[in-house]
C-alpha cells in the first residue's frame, strides 16, 4: 500500500494571525504530497481562511468534548471552525505541561470520533537511548497512545517518531537510526495493535530536520514524511522539504 508523504510544520508559539496568513500565501502545493502546518490557537482561523490545499492542525487539544477545564480547548470546538487535525503527545507537552500517556489514552480516540487527524508523538530521550532502552519506550508509548483506538480507525492515526534529543537541537538522527525505530514502531503495531495495521499507518520523523537533511531522510522507505519545528518557521524553507519528500509543483 502506499501512503502519501506528509509534512507537517510545527510552529510551536510562533506566529501571529498576520504572520501565519503571510506564510500560507508564500506557499505553494504539491501534488502527491500532503503538507500541513501546526498553528497556535489563535492563528487556527487566519490559517484556515488562507490555507488552500495546506491543512491545519492545532497543537493540543482537551480530551473531552466541554467541562470545567479552564484555558483549555475541545477536538469539537476545533472541529467547528474547520481544524483538520491535531498534534498529541509532543515530548514538549509530556515534558513541560505534564502530558501522560493515560491522557493520551482518552485523546487519540476523542480526536477521531470528532473528525481530527491526530499525530501522536513518541520519541525516546538521550539518557533513555544510552542506557539501550528506546524500543521499550517506543513501544510502552505507542501500545498506551493507541490502546482505545477502534480497531477501524487506527488506520486514521499518524504517528510522529521525534527523538526528544533531536527536538531543537540540530542533532539530526541518521537515516538508518530514524529508519530502525519507524520499523519498530511498524512492528509494534502489527504485533501489539492490530495484525497488518503497520502498513496503513504513516509514521513521521520529527527531530532537526531542515531543507539541507530532508531529501537524505526521505530517501528511506519507512519515513512518511516529517514533522518539522524550526526549519517550518520560513516558508521557503519549508517548501524545500516538501518538495524534497517528492510530488510534482502544482499548477
Ligand atoms: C518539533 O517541534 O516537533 C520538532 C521536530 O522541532 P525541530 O524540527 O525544531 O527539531
Known sequence: MTRTPLIAGN????????????????????????AAVCAPFTALAACLDAAGRVAVFAQNMHEAPNGAFTGEVSAPMLVEIGVHGVVVGHSERR????????????????????????????????????????????????QEGLRDVPGERLGDVVIAYEPVWAIGTGKVATVEQATEMHQVVRATLDRVVAPRIGAEVAILYGGSVNAGNAASLFASEDLDGALVGGASLEPAGFWRIVAAAGGTAAR
Open 95 to 142: 515534558q513541560y505541561f505534564n502530558e501522560t500517556d493515560r491522557a493520551l489514552q482518552h485523546k487519540v480516540p476523542a480526536a477521531l470520533e470528532a473528525g481530527l487527524v491526530p499525530i501522536l508523538c513518541v520519541g525516546e530521550t538521550e539518557d533513555e537511548r544510552e542506557a539501550g532502552d528506546t524500543e521499550r519506550k517506543l513501544r510502552h508509548q505507542v
Open 11 to 34: 510552529w510551536k508559539m510562533h506566529k501571529t494571525r498576520a504572520e501565519a496568513r503571510a506564510f500560507l500565501e508564500a506557499v505553494r502545493p504539491r501534488d502527491g504530497v500532503d
